[in-house]
């Protein structure tokens, strides 16, 4: 869908430790993130890219609630 918009995707990963390595140091205007990494919680990668000034939006089928109270409204 992405492509679809125009938009160049740069990574696709399925790992979180995949998306640590890669986030330390690519440039991008913002990610997409799902809440699940292969049975891994996203939240360490979206602390880093927020670090990094990178803005990001979680898509994912799990609901709201299952997200960190800090990151309904912010940095998680």
């Known amino acids: 869908m992405l492509d ?3 938009c160049e ?3 696709c990963v399925a790992r979180l430790a995949n998306g ?3 986030a330390r140091s690519v440039t991008v205007d913002f990610a997409v993130l799902d ?3 292969a049975g891994e919680p996203v939240f360490p990668l979206a602390n880093q ?3 990094r000034g990178i803005p990001f939006i ?3 089928g799990y609901g709201s ?3 960190p109270p800090d990151c309904a409204i ?3």
Do not use: K
């Open 4 to 6: 679809e918009i125009g």
């Open 9 to 11: 995707v740069v990574a």
């Open 20 to 22: 640590l390595e890669i």
């Open 35 to 37: 809440i699940n990494l």
């Open 49 to 51: 890219l927020d670090e």
């Open 58 to 60: 979680f898509c994912t």
């Open 65 to 67: 609630s299952t997200l």
């Open 74 to 76: 912010g940095p998680c």
